[in-house]
């Protein structure tokens, strides 16, 4: 296998783009990574996306995207698994360009939520979940998340004031992100008034619903190393799958997916969990990134509500974890969030996050999931 | 619409509480699977779920999808029943405030939802605190 490197990276401010169709979106974010690592001509093309079918009507996005990017005859592939959709691709790029089946490839992630209403919304990210078992009874993303709540805040003795500051967290960096769908602060108070959605969860602990697009541009590490831009190499790289049911699951209170995909990324990078510097990871909920930062071994079983508590996860504790905003600041348009968390890490690495900088960051994690953790895609990126 | 036989293949489950059985391990898997998550074995027994158990985890779901809306809020819970099989489905019949992690609870057959004054109306199980 070669080494992997990102040469480019490329986002737009994330939100309720009304005036912008979903090509607009994912190309204006290819466009930015494709000059960011100053090449021009791809071996291929890698778009995750989870449901443009439901959202906004339109499948085939290989030939649509790369038409509009002005790359046909390129080869393309889009790849789905719900909102580890982007976290996906970035994984087959990795593996095309770390095989030497590809030199330069651009991996992008997009999605246009905001075409559909609400409801319709529901009934598309419900998809990610066992339809005929789950989403028969009633049950929607919230409701899955708020019985995990639910089952570790009586296991573990997990707070709702806990809960609360994940998203406060979140937002306090999200308002140092312009990329941001919210870039403002909140306070624990305005998240333990905010309307019920599936108790214990409320508005403010879900992540929202977003239009937007990101991409990287891969290349072996010695292409790179040709160019003037600081190398930021993929070191490693973990997926693993469990149960699309939560109730098939052994513990309700662990992701094991999380926890394997972690693993295998940490043993290919030859790194330990305390060798990362900082982790963007999977907060749709509140309560997924306290199950996150236990899964991937930041703090021990049960402890993930007391770290935020503690500020160990706060952009200067020891393991900041989402600098960016997180899912719940900056926006989840779900096929595109795992590629964002990769051009974040990239920033950080390179040192350019300005406000939300972590200071010396050498290493990064990215931790991306689907559905309640029926898969999850981990990389490790490092400077040079 | 859906074609009707996506809901009527689903009977034998939703109706009759029909499981498999794995022959060499005894796992029970519901809904029915051609391969035993446990063990791997291909070969099944037909059983019938058990129909009490008691709460896991439960939510109320206030904001619903599509077909749901006339029933918010409404709770939803996962049950472990007393053969080991955990399931998903509403609590009905119960006071919000009542529930609980281990609450007793039993299968009942009820109404879930429907398609329209003209589409399939959907039926299945339920848990009722005992």
């Known amino acids: ?384 | 619409m859906p074609n009707p036989a996506r809901a009527w293949r689903e009977y034998p489950q939703r109706y009759r509480l029909e499981a498999e059985k794995c022959t060499k391990c005894g796992t029970i898997a519901f809904p029915p699977r051609l391969v035993c998550p446990q063990c791997g074995n291909r070969k099944f027994a037909k059983t019938k779920l058990a129909e009490t158990g008691k709460l896991l985890t439960f939510t109320i779901i206030r904001v619903p999808p599509d077909p749901f809306e006339d029933q918010a809020p409404y709770a939803v819970g996962i049950a472990e029943l007393e053969d080991g099989v955990k399931l998903t489905a509403q609590v009905v019949d119960c006071d919000f405030a009542a529930l609980k992690v281990g609450l007793r609870v039993r299968l009942e057959f009820r109404k879930l939802s429907e398609e329209g004054e003209a589409g399939v109306i959907y039926y299945g199980y339920k848990f009722v605190p005992e």
Not at chain 1, 20 to 33: H, P, Q, Y
Not at chain 1, 377 to 384: I, K
Request: charged share 20%; aromatic share 4%; net charge negative.
């Open chain 1, 1 to 384: 296998m070669r080494d992997v490197a990102v040469i480019g990276i490329g986002m737009t401010k994330w939100g309720e783009l009304w005036t912008k169709s979903l090509r607009t979106i994912f190309v204006e974010s290819a466009l930015l990574a494709l000059d960011d690592a100053g090449v021009d001509k791809i071996d291929s093309m890698v778009v995750g996306c989870m449901s443009s079918g439901l959202f906004v009507g339109q499948e085939h996005l290989t030939s649509l995207l790369s038409d509009y990017l002005g790359k046909n005859p390129v080869p393309a592939a889009r790849v789905e698994s719900a909102c580890a959709s982007g976290g996906l691709a970035l994984r087959q790029g990795f593996i095309e360009v770390a095989s030497g089946m590809s030199d330069v490839v651009l991996v992008g992630g997009v999605e246009k939520m905001t075409d559909v209403t609400g409801c319709e919304a529901t009934f598309a990210l419900g998809t990610a979940a066992d339809q005929e078992y789950e989403g028969f009874h009633g049950l929607t993303f919230p409701g899955l998340y708020a019985m995990m709540a639910v089952a570790h805040m009586h296991k573990y003795g997990t707070t709702r004031e806990q809960l609360a500051l994940v998203a406060v967290k979140n937002h306090d960096n999200g308002s140092k992100n312009p990329l941001a769908q919210y870039p403002f602060k909140i306070t624990v108070d305005g998240v333990l008034q905010s309307v019920l959605v599936a108790d214990p969860l409320r508005i403010l602990d879900c992540s929202p619903i977003t239009d937007g697009a990101a991409a990287v541009v891969l290349c072996s590490a010695d292409m790179a190393k040709k160019m003037k831009k600081p190398v930021i190499r993929i070191t490693g790289s973990g997926l693993a799958t469990d149960t699309i049911a939560l109730s098939s699951r052994k513990d309700m209170t662990w992701i094991e997916s999380t926890h394997l995909a972690g693993q295998k990324a940490l043993a290919m990078a030859g790194r330990k969990i305390g060798d990362i510097d900082l982790f963007e990871v999977h907060d749709c909920f509140t309560i997924a990134e306290i199950m996150v930062t236990e899964a991937l071994g930041i703090v021990e079983k049960g402890r993930g509500g007391r770290a935020v508590e503690e500020g160990l996860t706060s952009l200067k504790g020891k393991f900041p974890v989402n600098p960016s905003g997180g899912l719940k600041a900056k926006g989840h348009p779900v096929g595109a969030t795992g590629v964002a968390q990769a051009v974040e890490v990239v920033k950080q690495l390179r040192g350019e996050a300005a406000e939300r900088q972590v200071k010396g960051a050498k290493r990064g994690l990215t931790q991306n999931m689907g559905g309640t953790g029926g898969s999850s895609v981990v990389h490790v990126f490092e400077a040079e």
